[in-house]
């Protein structure tokens, strides 16, 4: 009687730490808030952050959400947020530990060497924490709502030589088997990936939750590393400068027509029609 519920513990014990093979990292980057109407500076040097409110990119949210609930699953270990960017960045890192996250770094760069940051420096940083978390599985949002650059998760596959799942509107895992749904022009694909993987949350994987007061008061307690990309070896310079940055152009008002004879010959005017 006693072997076999000792053998029944070992054999709950080794399901459990199969089932929780996954060490996540996220990514989190700190952007305008999407509900704050973005001005250009007025050199035309760049946009005008001094004052405005950030928030985490939306989709960088729905990443840590599939992330949490992957743990929640005992499919995941630990989640980690990572970040890099000023000091500011920690306001944005400690959202996801009150989320549910367990651990954050913070990767500092600041002034012209943040601004100018292009997508591939991020993945350098993020190939290095993956080596550093011993993380095998990686999930940023598939673009940020700032630069809609849409190259990081991609980039940083391909640095690391893993499979990727990208536009993620569904991920199932199972051993080390990834099913993901992605959102495609033509509708949805099915794609089955092995682990280790790179995945982009696309806007329709998930709905991220509410940070709740005790979490936020807990989350002060999580740990959370600052480092340097000096410190993981990765050059940040940008070789990519801005020239300028402007508004589009204003919109004209519109007119009204009395007929389609009117309608046509406005076109002809507007030389829309020949």
Sequence with gaps: FFLRIL????????????RM???????CKRVIDYAVKVRVKPDGT????????????PFDEIAVEQALQLKEKKIASDVIAFSCGPAQCVETLRTALAMGADKAIHVTVDGADYENMQPLAVA???KELVSKESANLVIVGKQAIDDDCNQTGQMLAGLLGWSQGTFASKVELAGEKVEVVREVDGGLETVNLRMPSVITADLRLNT??????????????????????KDLGVDVSSKISTVRVSEPPAREAGSKVGSVPDLIQKLKEKGALA
Excluded at 220 to 226: A, G, I, L, Q, S
């Design 7 to 18: 053998s029944e513990v070992l054999f709950s014990s080794f399901a459990l730490r199969t």
């Design 208 to 229: 991220p939750r509410y940070a709740t007061l005790p979490n936020i008061m807990k989350a002060k307690k999580k740990p959370m590393e600052t480092l340097s990309a």
């Design 21 to 27: 093979s996954a060490r996540v990292l996220v990514g």
């Design 124 to 126: 350098k940083i993020m």
């Design 46 to 57: 760049g946009v005008v952050t001094q004052g405005v409110k950030h928030s985490m990119n």
